[in-house]
């Protein structure tokens, strides 16, 4: 899903209260719609963004350029600072370009959008006990195998770390 490229006026119908969300992980490469209905806390949040938007074109990641969207989450994901999310750590990267190409260094390592989506359709089948049906229409898989594969168990243990503050 191309969260990180929505768009204002080609995505987001208020009119209609439907997001129209883009992915390419199909076989043959191709962008592929889904239009969405919007409930009531998704309409409530994107109204409340676009009274408050700083230009017209993106709507998650307010960047001008879309390049900018592109050059913030190679490698690492998206690093999620701003959302008051810490590093989880400090991991090792080989370097892809540039003139240090090649060059190993270390990297703080965030969560990023992929990892809260294993989490949340994790926690809907292992906690709230979703059907894996259901879990995989809302990531929109077409195969119930790829949403399979999402799936971890969540440890009981650890249940109250889940959603910590701070």
Same mark, same amino acid.
């Given at each position: !899903?191309?969260? /990180?490229? /929505? ?11 439907? %997001?129209?969300? =883009? ?6 490469? &191709?962008?592929?719609s889904?239009? !969405?209905?919007?409930?009531?806390? *998704?309409?409530?949040? +994107?109204? #409340? ?8 074109? =993106?709507? %998650? *990641?307010?960047? @001008?350029?879309?390049? #900018? %969207?592109?050059?913030?989450? $190679?490698?690492?994901?998206?690093? !999620?600072? &701003? &959302? ?10 080989? +370097? ?28 809907l089948?292992? @906690?709230? $006990? %979703?059907? *894996?049906?259901?879990?995989?229409? *809302?990531?929109r898989?077409?195969? +119930? ?5 999402? /799936?971890?168990? /969540? ?8 959603? @910590?503050?701070?």
């Amino acid at each position: !899903m191309k969260l /990180l490229r /929505l768009r204002w006026k080609e995505d987001i119908n208020f009119d209609k209260r439907i %997001v129209t969300l =883009w992915t390419r992980k199909r076989k043959d490469g &191709a962008y592929e719609s889904n239009p !969405m209905p919007m409930d009531d806390v *998704l309409y409530d949040i +994107l109204w #409340q963004r676009w009274k408050s938007r700083d230009q017209d074109k =993106w709507a %998650v *990641l307010q960047f @001008q350029d879309q390049n #900018q %969207v592109s050059a913030s989450t $190679k490698g690492n994901g998206v690093h !999620m600072p &701003a &959302a008051g999310i810490a590093p989880i750590g400090n991991g090792k990267r080989k +370097l892809w370009r540039g003139k240090d190409k090649g060059k190993v260094v270390e990297v703080p390592l965030f969560y990023g959008f992929h990892s809260l989506r294993h989490f949340t359709a994790s926690y809907l089948a292992d @906690q709230e $006990k %979703v059907s *894996l049906k259901t879990v995989s229409g *809302l990531l929109r898989h077409k195969n +119930l195998r790829t949403t399979e594969i999402y /799936l971890h168990h /969540l440890d009981p243990s650890h249940q109250g770390c889940y959603f @910590q503050n701070g």
